[in-house]
């Protein structure tokens, strides 16, 4: 091809250099192993659907999905979430699954938002969701699952729960339409940016009664641990008929969580988490940093017990968690919390010149056997130019092998943290790295 | 969302249910595995492009580019292959690179073919290549490489090589211009479809003299093992004045490949081999079951000396390959060489009631903590179906912890496979998986 005229990136969309990416895949493959320990299994779905299988599934956001006409003057869509093909993939196999059916999925998704700081239209989603599941024991391994993430991660985090119950309930008590209600709540759901009087004076412009944004500021004023949230839930609310069934749901729910030695700062009942509230049936939760909530979530899911529906019509309860590992990875990275790696190459071989060659592809097969990365460097310059480059691709261990080694059956095995060089008998190579 | 109204997936398009997936990323993390040990590092490059980085680089190949325009009007393009990202790539950034640049990439490309058997317009590739290295120990590595992800993969292979040089020099002895040579090479390249014969007849159909045929026909002949197939190459070609130089590449990496033990069955040189004339420059080469040659190539690659440009403009050479996850997938499938997959679900707790649900979140997390993936079954329901779900799942230990279990402190352990039942000390659970 030559060169490219015009070579850029789109904006919004990221290049990902090894450096990025194998810190990266590093978090993916611990949110994969956790993930695979509560039973999720992987699936797998086209980036590329029907655009009817999407559109009308976003509501106002329905403009960010990115849709063309293809080459078949079909109308088609890129993934915009993994929720909707999930939907699809129950419909169209449902018949042959059994539920509950707990898969987890990793995948590019597609928006065409305002790019900006850690706003992409390209980023990963990791979603893990169990559909065809009712139970509080569902809600429960949801909740854990989110904490093993965490802790896997080394995040101080701190879970905060709700329910859509409660919410309810807050409307019912405010005496508001189910209209009124998902605006009152969606200035709620700002709490954690412009704080309790931010909310009031919001409500207040919107036209809210003095008498809403009275039981607005006393529900924001719930707070502690989670007995003392739902005994100030209950002081507010009880009086609102709704409300005697979630309150004996967080009561449920609240015992479980002790009874596994769950603490306050791990995860809180937070009455102002109200993500959601056409999607969500139930339990609500989002995960953010115990010393930073100001970054926002890291891990956000709950109960949706509309969205899915088998091939006859009936409606699966089910409950996901979703993880966008970019903003995920901008924070453990601003927070210095980016695992450890292995070294990219574990061994450098120095080329000696290219009468070497086939002694340097098969000293390099023996140790990529017992499981080292090994590189022999391309071309037989100057030493010290080899030993820079071994340096900068931080490789532990650096081997020569030239005229005198040959004659002498033996390799020269440098390490590059110590700088001791040892000369091994060839054929105790291996052996030498096994016993490092 | 409710029903979706018409729940399909676009031609060519494949959703990846949970048992395929499991073995897909099996086979993807072997790959890994090997690239990594050779010292290739991951990259990622985004989904969609900026049209013009795509278009003009594919000949007649670009009516299959998924190109369309985004809501910004932007001319943009699904990827196509990893090759042209990797340019794009060492373009933008290879100013701060260490060549030579060695990066796998392992992803989704887009192709608007029609779809077939095995056929796919989204399908997954995965791919490693060498920029900035001309080296011979580049072209032996690549081979290597190859090999060493056959035998990982359990596949009896024959890598067959060839270069650009041989066939250049064949196209010299028929005394053909180079717009007529590329015709000619395209007929040799169908010997593994159409034979000898089919070779001849397509040639004279397309108006080659018999004196062209009968040099085809020639070299068509040679074969054997790797020096009966240089000295015939040596006895057809060594009039043409280029093939001195091929010739002597042919001995030298003969004489590498010899060094390296490598069978004859394993490696061999085939002048038929003759992908991509437009795009390769020296080595060239490409993979096959030993037993079903017809199965098509499932590993290629090749050198290309003039496809990446630096910033400035420069030639980097490369060599690269690349292996269609799809078609290494089928062909696995049926040959039965699919890995061995450990269980989704090691243990699969029964449950006995709501009473208990904390308890088997204790349990499970105890467990998980010992790297066993586990599953807690949603409901109270009847024991003999529960059992039957643990079944299907082929989960291969239930765990039972009901009234008299919590009473004597015990947990009991039911083999799926022996059938063995063992009552477990609560406390010393994991240490009887941990001994099992």
């Known amino acids: 091809m030559g060169k490219i005229a015009q070579a850029r990136v789109l904006a919004g969309f990221q290049d990902f250099l090894p450096e990025k990416m194998r810190f990266r895949n590093a ?13 999720f299994l992987p699936q797998d779905t086209p980036c590329l659907e029907y655009a009817d299988i999407l559109l009308d599934k976003y509501g106002e956001n329905q403009k960010l999905v990115y849709d063309f006409h293809d080459k078949g003057e079909r109308h ?41 700081k850690g706003r992409y239209r390209e980023f990963m989603q990791m979603d893990a969701d169990i559909v065809g599941d009712n139970s509080m024991l569902a809600d429960l391994e949801m909740i854990l699952l989110n904490i093993e993430i965490m802790k896997t991660l080394g ?17 019912e008590k405010c005496g508001l339409s189910q209209e009124k209600g998902v605006e009152l709540v969606r200035s709620i759901d700002k709490f954690d940016k412009i704080g309790r009087q931010g909310v009031i004076r919001e409500l207040e412009a919107q036209g809210f009664s003095l008498a809403v944004t009275e039981i607005v500021g006393e529900y924001l004023d719930i707070e ?28 449920d729910f609240s015992k479980l969580i002790a009874d596994l030695q769950i603490e306050r700062t791990q995860c809180i009942f937070d009455p102002t988490i109200a993500r959601g509230l056409d999607y969500y049936t139930g339990l609500i939760f989002e995960t953010t940093f115990l010393d930073d909530p100001a970054f926002g979530s ?85 030493i010290a130019k080899q030993m820079k ?20 059956k033996v390799i020269v095995v440098k390490s590059m943290m110590s700088g001791k060089q040892e000369k091994v008998l060839l054929e105790r190579l291996e052996d030498s790295f096994l016993s490092k």
């Open 27 to 39: 978090v993916i493959s611990a949110v994969k192993v956790v993930y695979e320990r509560f039973g």
């Open 76 to 116: 088609v869509a890129m993934r915009y979430d993994l929720t909707v093909p999930l939907g699809r993939v129950v419909q169209m196999y449902g018949g042959a699954f059994n539920f509950p059916y707990r898969r987890y999925q990793i995948g590019m998704v597609w928006r065409a938002d305002k790019p900006g």
């Open 155 to 171: 995040i101080r985090y701190r879970v905060r729960v709700n329910t859509r119950q409660v919410l309810d309930s807050l409307i």
């Open 224 to 251: 502690g641990d989670r007995d003392n949230v739902v005994s100030g839930l209950e002081k507010l609310l009880s009086s609102v008929s709704s409300f005697k069934s979630a309150l004996a749901y967080l009561r």
């Open 298 to 382: 890291i891990c956000s899911g709950g109960r949706y017990d509309r969205l899915i529906t088998t091939a006859s019509g009936e409606e699966m309860s089910s409950i996901g968690l979703s993880i966008g590992l970019d903003r995920l990875f901008a924070a453990m990275e601003s927070f210095d919390l980016l695992p450890a790696l292995r070294p990219a190459i574990d061994v450098f071989i120095i080329n000696f010149g290219d009468m070497y060659l086939a002694d340097y592809a098969r000293i390099a097969l023996r140790l990529r056997s017992i499981g080292l990365s090994v590189e022999i460097f391309s071309k037989p310059v100057k």
């Open 389 to 408: 480059i071994a340096n900068i691709k931080k490789a532990p261990y650096v081997l020569m092998y030239g005229g005198d080694e040959a004659a002498e």
